[in-house]
C-alpha cells in the first residue's frame, strides 16, 4: 500500500506524521539571534527551519536611484534555499532557482504594504532568508519569520502577520457532498502532503489589541493580507481549507506572540 | 556554470581508436619517461617580450619539450601522448582610466584573467572559466600586486589577460586519473603565469619594486620504499607520485616573497642529516632557488624589450 | 564590475583613516607584546559559539557563531554514486592486460579503489557575493585541497581512513559516495571569514554519519535502514574511558588557520582592522599527524593583504596646507621614505624569514595549531 494521506487518512483519521486534521506541527522560534543584523529570527515549523535577519531601516544604495527616493521605506528581500535544505541536495547555478524567487517577490509586495514604511522615507529595508531545511509551508514559515525578524528591528507595524497553510485530505475534485463529507480539511501541510494534495497558504493580520480591546474584536480587524493557491480544487470545498487556514494563523499569532514577550529580558 | 551559448565537446573527451595489432605488440605499451635532469636542474625556456602590437605590453613563454617528448615526436613508439610542455601568452592593457562606476582608488587596481584554451589541457575546457581558472587568476593577481608600485597610478586600471595555450600535464598520462591525487600541473602553470606576467608588465613600462618571477619545487618519489626527495622544476608526467609541492612568486632583488602556496604532505622529506631544515622550509627554499634560474632569463627578456623600445624612440 | 573588483582583492579594505592605520600598525608591532584593539593576546582567539546537527536533513552539520554576530552554517550532504572509468583512465597498459589476460579483469580496477578528490564538492555562499566570485572559490578551493589532500599515514587502526577522506568514499570498485559540502554564511563578512567557515566545516564534517552498508564486495551497494546504525565519516574510537567523555577520533578533518605578521609579530585570528595593516597573511592548514603527535602541514596559501590598496598617509613636510608654501619636495621619490607615524601602504613580499617563523608558531609543540586542534577535540560532537 502506498503511503500517502489520502489513502491512509479515511481508515485512521491521522495523518501520515501521525496529526490529527486540525494540529500544527512543532513550532519553536527565537529572536535576536544574529546580533550583527538590526533583527533577526530563526523558526522552525516541524522539519522545516528558516533563519532571516533584517537589516536597516538604512539608507539606500546610490543606484537605486528615483525608486528610493520616494516618501516610503522600500522592502528587499533575498530568498536563499540552502543546497541541503531538501531530500537531494540541489545544484543551483547562478544562485536562485523558481521556488525562491517566487517566495521573495511574494514576502516583498507583502511587507512593503503591511509596514508602516511612511515612518522611513528614503530608506531601505533589507531583508535576508535562508532555508536551512525545507519540509513544506515555506511560504508561511518564510512569513513568520520575517515578522520575527522585523518585529525584532522595532519597525513598526500595525499587528502580527502570520501565514499558514491549509490543505484538503483527498483529491477534492468533484463538488462537496454537504451530508456525506467524507474529506478533512488539514492544517498545516508537510511536503509530502504539499506534493500530493490541493493546498493554499493564507496569511493574516490583526490589529494589536491595545487597553479594552479584547479578544471578541479579533474577528472584525482581522485582515487576510496573502492568499495563494497554486493547486487545482473544486470551488466548494475553498470555504472550508480558508476557514481552517485562517483558524491556524491565530493559532500560530498565540504562538509567535508568546515568543516575543518570552524574550523580554 | 553550464555554457549554454555554445556547442560544447563531450566533457571527459575522446580517445583516439586502438587497433588489435597495436595491442598485442609490445610497442603499444610505453613506460613513463623519467627525469633526466639533475634535481637542482631546471628545464629551458623561451621568453620574448612585445609580440602582440595592439598590446601596451605582452610577452609568450613556452617551455622546452621535455627530451622525452622530442624523442617521441620523431620517432613515435607510445600509443600515449608524451607529456607537455607549458606554453602561455600574456597582454598587458593600461595603465587606463577606471570605468565610472568604479569608486576613487588611490592606487592602480589589478584585473588579472587567466583561460585555458578549450585544447590547452588534456581535457577540454569550456569557454566559461571554472574554479581552477579564477583560483589560478586569485594566486596571480597576490603575486603581482606585491611587485608593482601601485600608488603611481591613482584612479586607474590595469588588465593582464593570460591565455595558456598549453597547459602543462597534472600527471603521466598513462597513469590512472587519481594516482596523482592533485592537479600539480597547476602550479608549474602559475609558475609560468607569474613570469611571463612580470615581463609583460615590463614590456608596458609599469613601476615596479623589482621582477617577480616565479619558481616550483616539489618532494617526488618515484618508488614505494624510499623517502621522498627534493627537485626542483618538478614535471609531474616524469614522476611516479608527488608528495608535496609548493610555488613562490619570488624577487631576488629584496629577497621577499609574493606569493606562496604550498600543498601535500612535506614532513616525510629525505634531507641530508646535516641539514636543519624541515621538509616545508626545504621546499620554499627549492622553490626559490627556482624562481631565481627563471629571474635570470626574464632579466634578459625584459633588458631586449628595453633595446627594442629604444631603437624606436 | 566593482563588485568583482572588491572580491578579487580576496577582502574588502575597511575605510580606516591612514591615521588609524598608522596607529593600528604601531601598536600592533610593539616588539613582544603587540596590543590588539579588543585586548586579546597574539595567539588568542575569538569567543564563539558551536553546535553540531542542528539540521535533520543532513548527513552532518554544524554551526558556529561568534561574538561579533557573524554565523556560519554547513551542511553536508553525501549521494552514491557510479565510479565512472572515463575514457581516458582506460589506458594502454590496462589495454595490454585485456589482451593477455581478460580473466584477470578483477584486479586492474585497483586503482579506482584509492578515490578521487572530485568526489567531494565544495561550495561557499556568502551574502553580496555572486557564487562564482573569486572569493567564494578561492576560499573553497583553499578548504577543499587540505580536505581532499590529508591522508592518514599507514596507522593500522584506522584501516577505513587509510586513503584520507577520499579513500573513505570508496564504496566499491564501482561504487563510491559523493560527499556536498555547503558552507552558508549568515551575514556579510566582517572579517576575512576563513577561521570561521574552516572551523565550521571541521564541525560538521565530524558530526557526518554515513548509512551502514549491508551489501558485501563488488555488489550493488544497498544500506541499512536504521540510521541508529549509521557509520561516522570520521570514525571514532571504542575505546573511551568513561561514557561522559568526548569520544576520540584517530583521525580528523584538517583545520585552516589564518595568520598575519605585522612588524615582528605573528598574530593569529585577525579582525577585520589588523588584517588591515597587515605585512603577510597567510592561510595555514594542519592536522594532527596520525603517528606522532605532532601537527603536520597540509598546504598554506598567501593571501593578498590588503594593506597594499590602502591610501597613503602624507607627513607634515610635504604638507601644503601645514606649510603654506609649496611642499619642500615636489618630486615623486620624495614620497617613498618612510616617515614615523606616517601611513605607507605595504608594498612588496614578506621575507622567508617571516614565513618560517609564522608556520613555526603554528606548528611547533605547544603552539598554537596544537591548542587548536585539542580546544576542538574538547569540542563534544553529538
Keep these: ?265 | 556554470m553550464a555554457d549554454r551559448r555554445r556547442i560544447n565537446g563531450p566533457p571527459a573527451g575522446t580517445r583516439p581508436p586502438v587497433y588489435a595489432s597495436l595491442k598485442e605488440s609490445k610497442t603499444g605499451v610505453s613506460e613513463r619517461t623519467l627525469r633526466q635532469r639533475q634535481p637542482t636542474e631546471l628545464r629551458k625556456f623561451y621568453l620574448k617580450t612585445g609580440m602582440i602590437p595592439t598590446a601596451s605590453g605582452s610577452s609568450y613563454l613556452e617551455f622546452a619539450p621535455s627530451a622525452a617528448l622530442a624523442a617521441a615526436r620523431s620517432n613515435p613508439k607510445s600509443l600515449i601522448p608524451p607529456s607537455s610542455a607549458l606554453k602561455v601568452a600574456c597582454t598587458v592593457h593600461g595603465p587606463k582610466p577606471l570605468p565610472r562606476s568604479v569608486p576613487f582608488s588611490p592606487n592602480l587596481l589589478l584585473t588579472t584573467h587567466v583561460k585555458f584554451a578549450p585544447f590547452a589541457a588534456r581535457k577540454r575546457k569550456g569557454h566559461v572559466r571554472d574554479t581552477t581558472e579564477r583560483d589560478l587568476g586569485v594566486h596571480l593577481e597576490t603575486a603581482l600586486r606585491g611587485a608593482i608600485i601601485a600608488e603611481r597610478w591613482p584612479k586607474s586600471g590595469l588588465d593582464i589577460t593570460l591565455t595558456i595555450v598549453e597547459a602543462e600535464d597534472d600527471r603521466w598520462w598513462g597513469d590512472a586519473p587519481d594516482s596523482h591525487d592533485a592537479s600539480w600541473g597547476m602550479l608549474n602553470v602559475l609558475a609560468g603565469c607569474i613570469t611571463a606576467a612580470s615581463a609583460a608588465i615590463a614590456d608596458a613600462h609599469i613601476d615596479c619594486l623589482d621582477l617577480v618571477s616565479g619558481g616550483v619545487a616539489a618532494l617526488v618519489s618515484d618508488d614505494a620504499s624510499t623517502a621522498p626527495r627534493l627537485v626542483l622544476d618538478v614535471d609531474p608526467a616524469e614522476h611516479r607520485s608527488i608528495q608535496s609541492a609548493c610555488v613562490v612568486a619570488y624577487m631576488p632583488a629584496r629577497d621577499e616573497i609574493t606569493e606562496l602556496w604550498l600543498k601535500g604532505d612535506s614532513s616525510r622529506a629525505a634531507l641530508e642529516k646535516s641539514d636543519g631544515r624541515t621538509g616545508h622550509e626545504a621546499l620554499i627554499d627549492g622553490a626559490v632557488d627556482a624562481a631565481r634560474g627563471a629571474n635570470t632569463i626574464l632579466t634578459d627578456a625584459v633588458r631586449e624589450s628595453i633595446a627594442r623600445s629604444f631603437a624606436q624612440v | 564590475m566593482s563588485n568583482q573588483r572588491q572580491a578579487s582583492s580576496a577582502s574588502q579594505v575597511p575605510h580606516l583613516s591612514p591615521a588609524e592605520l598608522s596607529y593600528l600598525y604601531t601598536s600592533l608591532s610593539l616588539p613582544k607584546n603587540p596590543i590588539r584593539p579588543d585586548g586579546r593576546s597574539p595567539t588568542q582567539f575569538r569567543p564563539l559559539s558551536a553546535e553540531t546537527n542542528i539540521l535533520p536533513g543532513t548527513n552532518g552539520s554544524a554551526r558556529i557563531g561568534f561574538a561579533d554576530g557573524t554565523q556560519a552554517i554547513v551542511g553536508v550532504k553525501a549521494s552514491v554514486e557510479k565510479t565512472i572509468l572515463a575514457a581516458d583512465t582506460l589506458d594502454s597498459r590496462s589495454l595490454a592486460q585485456h589482451g593477455d589476460a581478460l580473466n584477470r579483469e578483477g584486479e586492474e580496477g585497483s586503482a579506482a579503489v584509492s578515490g578521487q578528490g572530485e568526489w567531494v564538492q565544495m561550495s561557499i555562499e556568502i551574502p553580496g557575493y555572486r557564487d562564482d566570485d573569486a572569493l567564494p572559490v578561492f576560499l573553497g578551493e583553499m578548504m577543499r585541497e587540505s580536505l581532499v589532500g590529508s591522508v592518514a599515514g599507514g596507522s593500522e587502526e584506522v584501516k577505513e581512513m587509510a586513503g584520507g577522506l577520499k579513500g573513505r568514499l570508496v564504496i566499491n570498485k564501482r561504487w563510491h559516495w559523493r560527499l556536498y559540502i555547503d558552507v552558508l554564511l549568515l551575514s556579510q563578512p566582517l572579517a576575512y571569514p576563513l577561521p570561521l567557515l574552516s572551523l565550521t566545516t571541521h564541525l560538521a564534517l565530524l558530526s557526518t554519519k554515513l548509512p551502514k552498508l549491508k551489501s558485501t564486495g563488488e555488489e550493488d551497494p544497498f544500506f541499512d535502514d536504521d540510521w541508529a546504525v549509521a557509520e561516522y565519516l570520521y570514525p571514532r574510537s571504542n575505546k573511551q574511558s568513561s561514557p561522559s567523555d568526548a569520544p576520540t577520533y584517530p583521525v580528523r578533518p584538517p583545520v585552516t588557520l589564518l595568520v598575519i605578521a605585522v612588524g615582528e609579530n605573528v598574530i593569529f585570528d585577525p579582525n577585520r582592522e589588523e588584517i588591515a595593516v597587515a605585512d603577510a597573511v597567510l592561510a595555514i592548514s594542519i592536522t594532527r599527524s596520525s603517528d606522532s603527535e605532532n601537527m603536520k602541514l597540509l598546504s598554506i596559501r598567501s593571501i593578498d593583504p590588503p594593506s597594499r590598496l590602502t591610501q597613503p598617509g602624507i607627513p607634515n613636510s610635504e604638507n601644503v596646507n601645514m606649510l603654506g608654501g609649496p611642499p619642500a619636495s615636489s618630486n615623486q621619490s620624495g614620497g617613498q621614505e618612510e616617515v614615523g607615524g606616517v601611513w605607507r601602504p605595504r608594498r612588496g613580499g614578506v621575507q622567508r624569514s617571516v614565513i618560517t617563523r609564522m608556520i613555526k608558531t603554528v606548528l611547533q609543540k605547544g603552539g598554537v595549531g596544537e591548542e587548536v586542534i585539542q580546544g576542538l577535540e574538547g569540542v563534544k560532537v553529538e
Design chain 1, 1 to 265: 500500500m502506498p503511503l500517502d494521506t489520502s489513502t491512509t487518512y479515511p481508515l485512521t483519521k491521522l495523518r501520515l506524521d501521525g496529526r490529527r486534521w486540525n494540529e500544527l506541527r512543532l513550532l519553536q522560534a527565537q529572536i535576536s539571534t544574529n546580533p550583527a543584523s538590526s533583527g533577526s529570527s530563526y523558526l522552525s515549523m516541524g522539519n522545516t527551519s528558516i533563519m532571516c535577519s533584517v537589516h536597516g531601516p538604512a539608507e539606500g544604495r546610490r543606484g537605486d536611484g528615483g525608486s528610493a527616493g520616494s516618501g516610503h521605506a522600500v522592502v528587499e528581500v533575498d530568498v536563499n534555499v540552502a543546497g541541503f535544505a531538501g531530500v537531494e541536495r540541489k545544484r543551483r547555478a547562478g544562485g536562485s532557482d523558481r521556488q525562491s524567487t517566487r517566495i521573495a517577490t511574494t514576502l516583498r509586495s507583502t511587507f512593503q504594504s503591511h509596514l508602516h514604511t511612511y515612518l522611513y522615507p528614503h530608506s531601505t529595508i533589507s531583508i535576508h532568508i535562508s532555508v536551512l531545511s525545507a519540509d513544506g509551508s515555506l511560504l508561511a514559515a518564510a512569513i513568520n519569520a520575517c515578522t520575527l525578524a522585523l518585529v525584532d528591528a522595532g519597525i513598526p507595524m500595525p499587528g502580527l502577520l502570520c501565514g499558514c497553510t491549509a490543505g484538503m485530505s483527498g483529491s477534492a475534485s468533484t463538488p462537496r457532498d454537504p451530508r456525506h463529507d467524507e474529506l478533512d480539511p488539514l492544517l498545516d501541510l508537510s511536503l509530502p502532503e504539499e506534493q500530493e494534495l490541493p493546498s493554499l497558504t493564507v496569511a493574516t493580520t490583526t490589529v494589536v489589541p491595545v487597553g479594552e480591546n479584547n479578544m471578541d474584536e479579533d474577528e472584525e480587524t482581522m485582515k487576510v493580507s496573502v492568499l495563494s493557491m497554486e493547486s487545482k480544487v473544486h470551488a466548494t470545498y475553498l470555504e472550508t481549507m480558508l476557514a481552517v487556514g485562517i483558524d491556524g494563523c491565530s493559532q500560530i499569532r498565540e504562538l509567535l506572540a508568546d515568543v516575543i514577550k518570552g524574550s523580554r529580558r
